[in-house]
């Protein structure tokens, strides 16, 4: 699974899942790689934004190509300072809810979130904030062997 078919997955299940009864997101959300206008001033309604980081990969088998890569996703809710945190706790449960202990799969892999943790944020230049971290792992399949044997020969005496 590539990175960006692991995006791709990702994003569009968390946005199927991200709705309220109207069958629309229950805040703005800025997406990677789309155009989107910050609120502003002291009229500006709660918004959030979504991402996805990748971090190491590692071998899952010897004698595969088969590699796992670890990540989280993060969606990062941001409220006008002294308008309370209830809708960010709010909204944490929501993605609890659909984002915890999934599996999402492909032809070539399969995406793991595991336990998803909520995080309030001290306010900071007129937001306050609460990150919803979705951490997750990501299987790639591979076929034959890994790569050349290099067998360890010691120093002579």
């Known amino acids: 699974m590539s990175y960006e078919v692991a995006r791709q997955v990702i994003t569009s299940y968390f946005q ?17 790689n789309r155009i989107y206008a910050l609120p502003d001033g002291a009229a500006a309604a709660p918004w959030a934004r979504f991402s996805i980081r990748h971090g190491m990969k590692q071998a899952t088998d010897v ?5 796992r890569i670890g990540g989280e996703a993060t969606l990062q809710i941001f409220l006008p ?4 945190v ?12 659909f ?8 032809d070539d892999g399969v995406v793991r979130f595991r336990k998803v943790s909520v995080r309030e944020l001290p306010p900071d230049n007129g937001w306050d904030q609460t990150s919803v971290v979705m951490p997750f792992e990501r299987d790639i399949y591979g076929a034959g062997q890994a790569g050349t044997f290099i067998p360890y020969v010691p120093p002579g005496p």
């Open 63 to 67: 004698g595969t190509r088969s590699s």
């Open 86 to 97: 209830k809708l960010g706790r709010q909204l944490g449960d929501l993605i609890i809810s």
């Open 99 to 106: 984002m915890e202990d999934v599996f999402l799969g492909t």
């Open 16 to 32: 199927a899942n991200f709705l309220n009864e109207q069958d629309a997101e229950p805040l703005p959300v800025e997406y990677p």
């Open 81 to 84: 300072e002294d308008s309370g």
